[in-house]
């Protein structure tokens, strides 16, 4: 797992949205999606699966993919 690589993928699936709006629907604080939107934290499975519903796309594709992201955010 590359941190920044998912990093990046979370600022731009989340777009945007704001942060707390982000924050409060994953059930999870400001802090920690900003740990994780700037490499410092990867969440834990639960809030991996709770991200990937939220922006509706796979847990592989955001946090396993060792390609370099390219795709726009949906």
Do not use: H, W
């Not at 797992?1 to 777009?15: C, E, S, V, Y």
């Not at 410092?40 to 370099?68: H, M, N, T, W």
Request: proline share 3%.
């Amino acid at each position: 797992m590359n941190k920044k690589i998912i990093a990046k993928r979370l600022k731009d699936f989340r777009g945007g949205k704001n942060r707390e709006n982000v924050a409060e629907l994953l059930g999870i604080s400001i802090s920690a999606l900003q740990m994780y939107e700037t490499a410092q934290r990867i969440p834990q499975d639960d809030i991996k699966l709770k991200i990937a519903k939220l922006y509706g796309v796979s847990v592989q594709e955001i946090f396993f993919s060792e390609q370099e992201y390219n795709m726009c955010p949906k």
